[in-house]
């Protein structure tokens, strides 16, 4: 009945436009406040980013990323409800205030950004590109031999746009089959509907991680495009698009500055580092300025962690996605992760 | 004439039931005006207010996405209206497929539910209590997912004399293309059923004068494949064949029919059609067994009279309820989204509003896509119930 839940929560939402009021800027803060959570817009499971555990307790990253604003906004990270979106629901969500942050694996456009009611902070969750994730048996090596192939794609997704300009320009013929939910595709392509695959290259490592062999599938080598996923507010509340922007860059900023969850306290209290101090609130009023706790970034490092660690935890060696840190280490490592300062 | 002075001059007063009436007509229209102006201008200013496009220009944009199955040409530089054709005649595709085999089916079935016979008539009860009581959309779950998708692949396909082949990747057969006796042909059957319509005529009026039936059917199919054979003697074959060939990953050539159009096709036909061959049944039993045996009386044999007393009595109680069904399964025609058939709301409803984000105007368009196919089907049915019903005289 997923179709019709969708189709009902766009139906629902488009009415809820009609009958609200205004927003205004500092809405969203007052009414958080208010209500005592955040209500943060999450993907319809997908492992490393966010998926609900035995428990139904949410774990990832971008879930990650709403906890770390709801420990800046209450000092509590628990202070958070999560609404599973499938990729069709998630803009209507947010613009007709369902959810206060939509943190679902959503690429940063401009189209997204200026025509839709909608605007990205800027803090990048994860940079990610297009890739395809074919079976073995195909004996394919690249995705320049995929011409006439079948391609399974995500209904409402930048990849139905990136796979049809990839295969244009390279003067190749396919058929998109496009579903719903990221599972009815999965299954899709291991029942031999589809020969490829094709969505976020970080997705495709998560759902082959699904699959009942994952041996029997590899992901080609092609990245076809710029994908950079991040958080999302609604449009026209500049003093919560700030809070989300500059959690994400405090998550950033404590990486470098070598703060971790297990050291954080220590540091407050005694660091000598003037940029350390900073940062954690010892000096300076910074976290008045975006009308959040004053020790905001102790509560984000302490109970959620520093950017590294979150990654870590959710993606990285520990996890059964084993994805590098690649583009997203730190630009003192190699990476493009690279946060403006606090001060 | 004489004015009647005297007369106490209508006073408007709310004791007088006609003022009260029309009093209440105007609070009405008046509280439903202001509530869709008001529904409305709130939309627009909240929309504005959050930087949300609207109107309906997005609709000349080129799409950029690719799509499963168009009957028309379409390359990814189209536009949105194109692509909303292109959902709107997939949908046309399935309501028509399935309305046609439904009928046929369910007709089947509901005379077959009063078939004297034992095994004939049970095997059609549990086929109407099984497929009637299943929701449809796990039905099209069922096919597509239980039944085609577990097909071998298209290198192992079950080939049937190398013309079709099914896999998973749905029924490839051969396309059939203009060649040069194409056109003549087009004529010949022009031409063939021209013939069929003036010797009906023919024949009716010879029955109306002298009561001798013709057999208009079997003359009619004789006129209609000699007249055409004769044509294609002369000028040529009119189409020329092309086969589907394996390359690559897949058939090259030929026609395929998709594997989501056959599951979505065949579960709609299978689903609908069991209510339609209860309503069969039902209009049936009402035409009352005196009618049966009057026509036999007279010397018509079971056929005839089925053909020539039953149904056509029958037909005043089955049409207004058949209606009904066929808007069913129009609009259960939307539940393809569920397996990825590019129709309405799986490509409109869904890829194009995600693409544009345009909430309001997309769910708009697509819902009133859905009243007119239903009106215009309705329509149809009335026009047509009326020309069956019975005429008194």
């Known amino acids: 009945m997923k179709v019709l839940k969708s189709t009902l929560a766009i139906v629902c939402a488009a009415a809820v436009l009609g009958v609200s009021g205004f927003a205004q800027a500092g809405a969203t803060l007052d009414a958080v406040q208010k209500k005592g959570f955040v209500q943060c817009g999450v993907s319809d499971g997908l492992p490393g980013f966010s998926v609900p555990d035995a ?45 206060d942050i939509l943190s679902r694996n959503t690429t940063m456009t401009s189209s997204r950004d200026a025509g839709m009611g909608l605007k990205f902070p800027g803090f990048i969750t994860y940079y990610d590109g297009v890739g395809f994730l074919v079976n073995n048996k195909l004996g394919v090596k690249s995705a320049k031999e995929l011409d006439g192939a079948t391609i399974c794609i995500q209904a409402g997704t930048t990849t139905e746009l990136n796979v049809s300009d990839y295969f244009r320009a390279n003067n190749l013929k396919y058929t998109p089959i496009t579903f719903d939910t990221s599972d009815e595709s999965a299954k899709s392509l291991e029942s031999g509907r589809c020969d490829v695959l094709t969505s976020d290259k970080s997705q495709l490592f998560a759902q082959r991680s699904k699959l009942a062999s994952p041996k029997d599938y590899s992901v080609l080598p092609e990245t076809i495009s710029k994908e950079p996923l991040g958080p999302v507010v609604r449009n026209g509340d500049d003093e919560w698009l700030a809070i989300v922007r500059w959690v994400g860059y405090a998550m950033l900023n404590a990486e470098e500055a070598g ?85 | 004439m004489q004015t009647q002075i005297g007369a106490p001059k209508q006073k408007l007063s709310f004791s007088d039931p006609k003022v009260r009436a029309w009093l209440f007509q105007i609070i009405t229209i008046v509280a439903v005006v202001s509530l869709g102006w008001y529904l409305f201008n709130n939309t627009q200013t909240n929309l504005q207010h959050r ?8 609709l000349e944009r080129s799409a950029g996405f690719g799509i499963a199955q168009h009957l028309i040409d379409y390359t990814e530089s189209d536009s949105y209206a194109r692509v909303f054709v292109i959902g709107l005649l997939n949908t046309l595709l399935v309501t028509v497929i399935g309305v046609v085999l439904a009928t046929l089916l369910g007709f089947i079935i509901g005379v077959a539910r009063l078939s004297p016979n034992w095994m004939i008539n049970k095997l059609a009860t549990v086929y109407v209590e099984v497929f009637r009581n299943i929701p449809p959309l796990l039905q099209i779950l069922f096919w597509y997912f239980a039944v085609f998708l577990t097909m071998p692949g298209p290198r192992a396909s079950h080939n049937f004399g190398d013309t079709f082949f099914v896999s998973s990747r749905g029924l490839n057969m051969p396309a059939a293309l203009a060649a040069d006796g194409f056109w003549p042909f087009v004529v010949s059957v022009v031409v063939a059923i021209v013939a069929i ?25 004789a006129l209609l494949i000699v007249i055409p054979a004769l044509c294609a003697l002369i000028f040529g074959a009119p189409l020329h064949w092309e086969m589907p060939k394996l390359q690559g990953f897949n058939f090259v050539g030929g026609w395929v029919l998709i594997p989501e159009l056959l599951a979505l096709t065949l579960a709609l036909t299978v689903y609908t059609a069991a209510f339609i061959a209860e309503i069969v049944r039902s209009g049936i039993k009402s035409v009352s067994h005196g009618q049966t045996e009057a026509a036999r009386s007279l010397g018509l044999r079971p056929g005839p009279t089925l053909r020539k007393v039953i149904i056509p009595q029958a037909l005043r109680v089955i049409i207004p309820p058949l209606t009904s069904q066929y808007l069913n ?35 708009a368009i697509t819902m009133s896509v859905y009243l007119a196919i239903s009106i215009s089907i309705s329509l149809l049915m009335n026009w047509y119930n009326k020309r069956i019903a019975l005429i008194e005289r």
């Open chain 1, 55 to 99: 428990s139904g307790k949410i774990l990832g990253i971008d879930a990650d990323v709403c906890r770390a604003v709801a420990a800046a906004v209450f000092g509590d990270a628990t202070k958070v409800k999560f609404s599973q979106l499938n990729a069709k629901e998630r803009f209507t969500a947010l613009q007709s205030g369902e959810v």
């Open chain 1, 259 to 343: 703060i971790t969850s297990k050291n954080v306290e220590a540091e407050a209290k005694s660091t000598k580092n003037p940029d350390v101090a900073r940062l954690l609130g010892a000096d300076g009023e910074y976290g008045k300025d975006l009308k959040v706790k004053k020790d905001w970034v102790v509560q984000i490092v302490k109970q959620v962690g520093n950017y590294g660690e979150v990654f870590e935890k959710n993606l990285g060696k520990g996890t059964p996605l084993e994805i590098d840190r690649g583009l997203n280490a730190l630009w003192t490592n190699g990476g493009i992760q690279y946060a403006p300062p606090v001060r």
């Open chain 2, 51 to 58: 930087g949300i496009t609207s109107g309906f220009d997005f």
């Open chain 2, 197 to 221: 319509v003036l010797m009906a005529r023919w024949a009716n009026k010879r029955f109306e004068a002298t009561g001798v039936p013709f057999h208009k059917f079997w003359a009619g199919l």
């Open chain 2, 329 to 363: 399964l129009a609009k259960n025609s939307s539940l393809a989204a569920g397996i990825g058939y590019p129709e309405m709301v799986s490509l409109f409803a869904g890829t194009v509003l995600n693409q544009t984000g345009q909430a309001i105007e997309v769910i």
